[in-house]
């Protein structure tokens, strides 16, 4: 996995609610069996008409936010299906970090485990990074795992939570099966027990 | 003495096979279930890695998202993506020899069918799948919830999940139900009531009588859409009902390993003075039949009520409904009981087991479809189809005008060709309202198999009750 240490990047704002999966990737292109080139698909249905032309108002289309690094976004995020494809529609358009004021909770997951940040905040931060992401590319956002802390353009600078072990895992590029690996032993006699003590499953 | 515990502490309890410092555990995987489109790339990643899968008795593989549901469809799928990836299920099956259901098989259906009907899903069971609906097996007090892809090959590996422990909800459902409500009814009035992020970070446990009450398939239907109301997982505790479905099904035990299961599921409940973080309850005689208006599952409303305006809500959802009702297409003040609709779709892992289908058969019964509505009826399994028809259901729909559909999970994600056109208006059985998500531009209404089916005769949504 690709290790994520600190960002400095444009932010994109989407101040919607409930953005979900289905938004994210649609399924027309949960055919591949691929990981990678689903970043021309992101949010297709709504950065696309149905002649396949841009929506020039949609806000990945709009000339100052083509190489947004971060997306800015209402409550609930990535609600909906379990799709790996929605972070990696996300990473492979060049998306490294969510910040939202909550987010559902397989998305969440799934970001981790593609070397994506989402971020939580109390919503009066985000609506402050929500403006900052409405200046487009004057609003520069640089975002250190390492010290859980987001700098806004003006040099204003507010702070995170995240998961110690998942930013564990982020900072050092880790695998999880490799890790998951190393405590077989663990899961070894988990599985003796179990034969015993509930042999029909 | 021992601290009460909720029933999702003694599965939990019963599942950790290492807990570190942090909280963080590998909590072991009884049942993993696998369909086409979210698995290939976890097989991919364990032929790089050069990796067995740990379990390959514990895992099933059905296709069901991409599969056509014509019958012509032993001729294969046309669509070549389509295609590659069923045929890449195929052979990462055999390769790696799980058990598999293959298209042609009776026995094939949406994995969330296929793995209650064969007895895969157990009371007790830690069950995931790459699929949030995965949630359906709690109706049988299995801990089931839906992974990512990362995370079905990390399964795949090590038959564990890295996870943290959720936060205890419950959800209670006080009293009787009243004529016309269904299982459907009252999830989507849970939704509507706690919001479709209430349940983040929490495993909702559902109780009350009016849950007691519900055949399993309607329990299937209440807990399916737990991930809806944004929920990891759903239950609902094991009893008699629990243990009659699941007695004699191919792989529920039996003889004397029956007896030690079932002492052990009779266990399986909520101990008396057991905290909760959240609690939620509902008068069941409060809950109408009930429609969604707008394109997210909390936008539920009683079919008797009008299409509400953007001004009714508050903070983003204004934006939201107002965002809603342009896809949608409807006027606010517009009774929900006078909007024309194009299409029916009954099936799906939360609507397509048997008992919907009776439901839906006996308000069809005798009766045709309005003039100008394209009606689907889509049975969740091969063995429902085989069942229904057996009762003459099959019969039934297609005297009505229906098309009667091979299994498979269809214009409820619409992965494969049935789909709405833009802008046609669907009486649907599924779980999902998300823009686009029965087919670009389409417009979702959810409702049950009942309420679906009076739409179908009537051409407009309609209170099931006015044709009862």
């Known amino acids: 996995m690709d290790k994520f240490t600190t960002l400095t990047g444009i932010a994109a704002p989407l101040p919607l609610i409930n953005v979900d999966t289905d938004m994210i990737i649609p399924k027309q292109f949960l ?17 696309f008409d149905s002649e396949g032309k841009e929506v020039p108002d949609f806000v990945l289309n709009k000339p100052a936010y083509r190489n947004a690094e971060i997306l800015v976004c209402g409550e609930n995020f990535g609600c909906g299906s379990s799709r790996e494809h929605a972070p990696w529609a996300i990473k492979d358009f060049g998306i490294r970090c969510v910040i939202a004021p909550s987010f559902a909770d397989i998305f969440f997951n799934n970001c981790f485990k593609n070397g994506i940040l989402p971020i939580v905040l109390p919503q009066a931060e985000v609506d402050k990074l929500m403006d900052d992401a409405e200046r487009g590319s004057n609003a520069i956002i640089t975002v250190d795992l390492e010290n859980q802390t987001i700098t806004g353009p003006d040099g204003g600078s507010i702070s995170f939570e995240v998961d110690a072990f998942k930013k564990h895992c982020l900072l050092n590029g880790l695998d999880d099966i490799g890790l998951t690996m190393e ?19 | 003495m021992t601290a009460p515990k909720t029933l999702y502490d003694k599965i939990w309890d019963a599942h950790v096979a290492h807990e570190a410092e942090d909280g963080t555990c590998l909590l072991y995987i009884d049942r993993h279930l696998v369909h086409e489109v979210t698995s290939p790339q976890a097989f991919e990643g364990l032929r790089m890695a050069g990796r067995p899968v740990r379990a390959p008795e514990k895992t099933i593989a059905v296709p069901d998202h991409n599969v056509p549901t014509t019958t012509d469809r032993e001729q294969g799928i046309k669509n ?33 069918i296929v793995g209650p009907e064969q007895g895969w899903t157990l009371p007790g069971m830690t069950v995931v799948c790459g699929d949030s609906h995965t949630a359906t097996h709690g109706a049988f007090g299995a ?64 109780c009350g009588e009016a849950i007691r009450d519900l055949s399993m398939e309607g329990r299937m239907t209440v807990c399916n859409m737990a991930i809806e109301g944004g929920a990891r997982a759903g239950l609902i505790a094991p009893d008699e009902t629990t243990f009659e479905y699941v007695k004699g099904r191919p792989h529920a035990p039996k003889g004397a390993q029956w007896e030690a299961a079932l002492n052990w599921w009779k266990t399986l409940y909520t101990d008396e003075g057991a905290e909760f973080d959240k609690v939620v309850t509902i008068r069941g005689e409060d809950i109408a039949p009930v429609v969604t208006w707008g394109t997210s599952p909390e936008d539920v409303l009683p079919i008797t009520d009008t299409v509400p305006a953007p001004e009714d809500f508050e903070g983003g959802k204004v934006d939201a409904a107002r965002r809603s009702l342009e896809y949608m297409g409807l006027t606010p003040g517009t009774p929900l009981s006078e909007v024309p609709i194009d299409a029916v779709f009954i099936g799906s892992c939360t609507n397509g087991r048997i008992e919907d289908l009776r439901a839906a058969a006996e308000i069809v019964k005798g009766k045709k479809i309005a003039q100008g509505v394209r009606g689907m009826v889509v049975p969740g399994s091969g063995l429902v189809r085989a069942q229904a028809e057996e009762e003459g259901l099959a019969e039934i729909f297609e005297d009505a005008g229906f098309e009667w559909r091979m299994a ?61």
């Not at chain 1, 055919?31 to 992101?42: C, D, E, H, Q, W």
């Open chain 1, 31 to 47: 055919k591949t069996i691929k990981r990678s080139g689903l970043g021309v698909n992101l949010f297709d249905e709504m950065r």
């Open chain 1, 183 to 201: 405590k077989v032993a663990s899961i070894d006699s988990f599985e003796e027990a179990a034969a015993q003590s509930r042999p029909w499953v």
């Open chain 2, 80 to 112: 070549e993506e389509s295609r590659i990836q069923v045929e890449a299920l195929d052979k990462n099956a055999k390769d790696f020899g799980i058990n598999y259901y293959p298209v042609d098989d009776i026995r094939q259906g949406i994995v969330h």
């Open chain 2, 143 to 206: 801990l089931a919830h839906g992974i990512g892809t990362s995370e079905v090959e990390h399964v795949l590996a090590t038959q564990t999940l890295i996870q943290k422990k959720s936060r205890n909800m419950k959800v209670e459902i006080t009293g009787k139900l009243r004529p016309g409500v269904t299982a459907k009814d009252i999830t989507l009035a849970v939704i509507g009531e706690t919001g479709t992020a209430g349940g983040t970070g929490y495993v909702i446990e559902y």
């Open chain 2, 408 to 468: 498979g999970c269809s214009m409820c994600l619409a992965m494969n060709p049935d789909q709405l056109a833009p802008q046609e208006r669907c009486a649907s059985t599924s779980n999902r309202n998300f823009e686009g998500r029965q087919g670009f531009k389409g417009r979702t209404h959810l409702m049950s198999p009942a309420m679906a089916a009076a739409a179908a005769i009537t051409g407009r949504l309609t209170d099931v009750r006015e044709v009862m």
